[in-house]
C-alpha cells in the first residue's frame, strides 16, 4: 500500500539530512522522478482534473501529448507535494513539477475524492497514479 505524502515528506527529510555523511551535497540535486500514487496526492489531482472544464474536453483525445501537461497542470495547482516542497525549502531548494507519462486512469469514483461544487464526475476518467518528474531548483534569494 502507497505510503501518505506525509509519510514520504519525513523519509524525504530524513534521506536529505543524512546526504552530505555520505559525501553527496543537498544542493547538488537536480531532479526526483516518483510514483504518485500517495492516496491525498491521488485525491487532489483527481479532483483537480473533475473541476477542469479543459480536463473534460481533453478525454476526447488520447494524445498524451494533451492530457500529459494536463495533469503536471493539476499536479502544481492542487498542491499534492507541498509538503514535499516544504521539506526541500529548508535545504534553500524548491520542487517544480516539469512532466509526467505513464499516467494510469480511473473513474473518479473509485479514487474517494471529494467532489468539486456542482460537478457530475462519477464516471469522469482521472489521474490515478503517475510516474512524475519534479526539478530540483535553489531558491533565488
Known sequence: MPRSVTEEAGFLATVLNDL???GISVQS???ISFRSNE????????TCAAASKLWR???TTKNASVLYPLVTSCLITSGAYDEWDRVFRG??????AVGVENVIMESFSRLHATYPAGARCKTLRVPADALVQMNVVR???
Open 20 to 22: 552530505p555523511s555520505t
Open 91 to 96: 535545504y534553500g531548494l524548491t520542487l517544480k
Open 39 to 46: 492516496p491525498e496526492a491521488v485525491s487532489k489531482v483527481a
Open 139 to 141: 531558491i533565488a534569494h
Open 57 to 59: 474536453e481533453s478525454l
Open 29 to 31: 540535486l537536480d531532479w
